[in-house]
């Protein structure tokens, strides 16, 4: 019996289904990351932190799933990208008076 290749899904499902993934894994790392957060800083910083960490994390899943990105460049990207993120949100936060 001859090996055949499995079956691939179409590009732009692969797509959806790893972009449904990431963002997932984003929002739920927010939520909990939110709720651990919540006990030792305000409300307003621990939320900034959350939606930064989240949006972080969502890239690098996508890093991971996508592109194959090793660990090691998907936590330093993670390492680098959550810090700029949080700095910009409180940036928009200050131009905006909110």
């Known amino acids: 019996m001859a090996l055949t290749a499995p079956h691939e899904w179409p590009y732009s499902m692969r797509d959806a289904i790893i972009l449904i993934c990431s963002v997932t894994l984003g929002g739920v790392t927010a939520a909990l990351l939110q709720m651990q957060l919540a006990h030792t800083l305000s409300p307003a910083i621990a939320r900034d932190m959350a939606v930064a960490a989240g949006t ?8 991971r799933l996508s592109h194959g990105h090793n660990w090691i460049s998907v936590v330093a990207g993670f390492a680098v990208s959550a810090p700029i993120v949080y700095c910009v949100m409180r940036g928009i936060h200050a131009i905006l008076g909110s």
Not at 58 to 63: C, L, Q, R, S
Request: net charge neutral.
């Open 56 to 63: 972080a994390i969502t890239g690098a899943a996508h890093a």
